[in-house]
């Protein structure tokens, strides 16, 4: 069964940084769009960033010019570098990732980002 592993999250003050990173466990599945959403608590959960396999992407208003998705192929690795972080940036970050060989797109166990002084 693949999983997807992230790692990244935690604890920044307003201004700050974080990278958020998503592997997926097993690397020899064709992937075609990876990315990243988020859910605050009370709220729905949102799409912050998605990537192409080609390498485009597709950003919210909310965090462009801040957030940068990135992509490695030949780790299978999705990347979410965040800086100029605010309090309403606080949420569980989740990875999404699809793939022709699978029935639905996989979904990380999400990371936890506050932002608070």
């Known amino acids: 069964q693949v999983q997807l592993v992230e790692s990244g999250g935690g604890l920044v003050q307003p201004g700050g940084s974080l990278r958020l990173s998503c592997a997926i466990s097993?690397?020899?599945?064709?992937?075609?769009?990876m990315g990243w959403y988020r859910q605050a608590p009370g709220k729905q959960r949102e799409l912050v960033a998605t990537?192409?396999?080609?390498?485009?992407?597709n950003v919210a208003d909310s965090v462009k010019g801040r957030f940068t998705i990135s992509r490695d192929n030949a780790k299978k690795t999705v990347y979410l570098q965040m800086n100029g972080l605010k309090p309403e940036d606080t949420a569980v970050y989740y990875c999404?990732?699809?793939?022709?060989?699978?029935?639905?797109?996989?979904w990380g166990q999400g990371t936890q980002v506050t932002v608070s002084s």
């Open positions: 990537i192409t396999s080609g390498g485009s992407t």
């Open positions: 999404n990732v699809d793939s022709p060989a699978w029935a639905s797109p996989v």
């Open positions: 097993r690397t020899f599945f064709t992937i075609n769009a």
